[in-house]
């Protein structure tokens, strides 16, 4: 398996509170992903990083931002987290057009 | 713009039946395909992949996926299920660079 990590695996905020995810890879992988997967929607591409301090927006970029200020560890960023972003968010590495994927964290906001 | 649909959200088969379950993409050149596999609770698992060459492509645990450029497709099929296939499956392609695209999923039930 890709040594690929995720802080952490479960949380529970209320609305309104900042909340920050962790990806963390051991493999030097270029790029680093994050997905958020919701039934009837698949995974769908939130931010995404090509490179220490190189990021973009995905399809779903409203309400995130990321940080990569190292090459093995990718931040997702939830300023003021809102009911529509509970969700299970994956983190993902690829190489070669390789991806794989982390194990997940389940957040729910309330 | 591109996108990948999996027309079938929920498959039942029985144990030792073939399975095949549907892509297909829209995108004018060909992309790479992959196909993905979801345990309860877990992450995705690369099942197999396509990039050029021969279009049928083995992967892991016994499955296969056959891309048709006439269909736009790229189907998944395993000859005999077994339950511990019981999953969710996701299609996806990667058209520029390192971007991928994901289908809705199929969920595979296998009964005994």
């Known amino acids: 398996d890709a040594g690929i990590t995720q802080s952490p695996r479960h949380k529970v905020t209320e609305t309104g509170t900042p909340v920050t995810l962790r990806c963390h890879q051991t493999?030097?992988?270029?790029?680093m992903y994050w997905y958020r997967q919701d039934p009837g929607h698949g995974l769908r591409l939130i931010h995404y990083s090509y490179g220490v301090k190189d990021t973009d927006k995905g399809e779903v970029s409203d309400g995130y931002s990321v940080s990569r200020s190292k090459t093995e560890d990718f931040l997702l960023t939830l300023e003021s987290a809102t009911s529509s972003q509970t969700s299970v968010y994956f983190c993902a590495i690829s190489e070669s057009r390789e991806q794989y994927f982390g194990p997940g964290t389940r957040l729910t906001v309330t | 713009a591109q996108s990948v649909t999996q027309p079938d959200i929920h498959i039942t088969v029985s144990e030792g039946a073939s399975l095949e379950l549907r892509c297909n993409y829209s995108y004018g050149a060909t992309p790479y395909l992959f196909w993905y596999v979801q345990s309860p609770g877990q992450g995705l698992q690369l099942l197999l992949k396509y990039f050029s060459g021969d279009t049928l492509v083995q992967g892991i645990k016994g499955f296969e996926a056959e891309f048709k450029r006439s269909q736009s497709s790229f189907n998944l099929r395993k000859p005999s299920v077994h339950w511990s296939d019981a999953a969710e499956y996701f299609c996806a392609v990667a058209i520029y660079g390192q971007n991928f695209v994901f289908g809705p999923g199929t969920r595979l039930s296998v009964l005994p």
């Open positions: 493999e030097n992988h270029r790029y």
